[in-house]
């Protein structure tokens, strides 16, 4: 009978040992899902940190990119409107110089004209005398 007893008390034992190992195991299963799900979290969080990061980085390559275009614009259409201004000096003292030269061979050949007059009356006026 103790042998019976000491046998049934040592099954006992067995099973109340086996039956903690589960409860570690399904506790230590927990924690171990607990930590993948803290690890997933943390990593999601960081993939968002990044991602917002390099969207700011974006944001200031064009704002960037769009002040350099805009610099360029306004250097173009002044190197433009120079340009132009110096153009238009430019046809304006060659209309100038026409004019002038037009001016003088006018009066050239106003001169011409009265000394040809001159002398034609010269001639006419020898001829009748």
Do not use: P, R, W, Y
């Amino acid at each position: 009978m103790k042998h019976v007893a000491l046998l049934i008390t040592m099954v006992c034992l067995l099973f109340f040992i086996g039956c903690g190992q589960d409860d570690k195991a399904e506790k230590s299963s927990a924690a171990t899902e607990e930590k993948a799900s803290q690890t997933m979290e943390m990593a999601k969080e960081k993939a968002a940190d990044v991602m917002d990061a390099a969207q700011e980085e974006t944001q200031d390559a064009v704002e960037a990119v769009e002040d350099a275009t805009q610099e360029a614009v306004e250097a173009v259409e002044e190197a433009t409107q120079e340009a132009v201004e110096a153009v238009q000096e430019k046809a304006a003292e060659s209309v100038e110089a026409v004019k002038d030269a037009a001016e003088e061979a006018m009066d050239t050949t106003n001169e011409k004209t009265e000394d040809a007059m001159d002398a034609m009356k010269e001639k006419t006026d020898q001829m009748s005398n």
